[in-house]
């Protein structure tokens, strides 16, 4: 079983960054394809970005040219940096490891963009 722990979430003003984490409990990152999706209330969970265990990477549209998915090996964390950050970004954003019928997602990071 893999277990996910997020962190990273908060308030920030419009425009502003935000970088979130997620922390791994065991080398998965070449086996697992690593994830993040955003949750409104009311709504299904959508892609925001997606790196593959070959290393490809794909965004959500809303999201591209703003927000950049990356991984260290090392540390067994995947990070979203999220920058030009909107109001409508404003979501519970999880972690997610999937490999063939298996998902596994962390329990969530709070994101705010207010003024």
């Known amino acids: 079983q893999v277990q996910l722990v997020e962190s990273g979430g908060g308030l920030v003003q419009p425009g502003g960054s935000l970088r979130l984490s997620c922390a791994a409990s065991?080398?998965?990152?070449?086996?697992?394809?690593m994830g993040w999706y955003l949750q409104v209330p009311g709504k299904q969970r959508e892609l925001v970005a997606l790196?593959?265990?070959?290393?490809?990477?794909k965004y959500g549209d809303s999201v591209k040219g703003r927000f950049t998915i990356s991984r260290d090996s090392v540390k067994n964390t995947v990070y979203l940096q999220m920058n030009s950050l909107k109001p409508e970004d404003t979501a519970v954003y999880y972690c997610?490891?999937?490999?063939?019928?298996?998902?596994?997602w962390g329990q969530g990071t709070q994101v705010t963009v207010s003024s």
């Open positions: 997610l490891a999937r490999r063939e019928i298996y998902d596994y």
């Open positions: 065991a080398s998965i990152f070449s086996i697992y394809h």
């Open positions: 790196i593959t265990s070959g290393g490809n990477i």
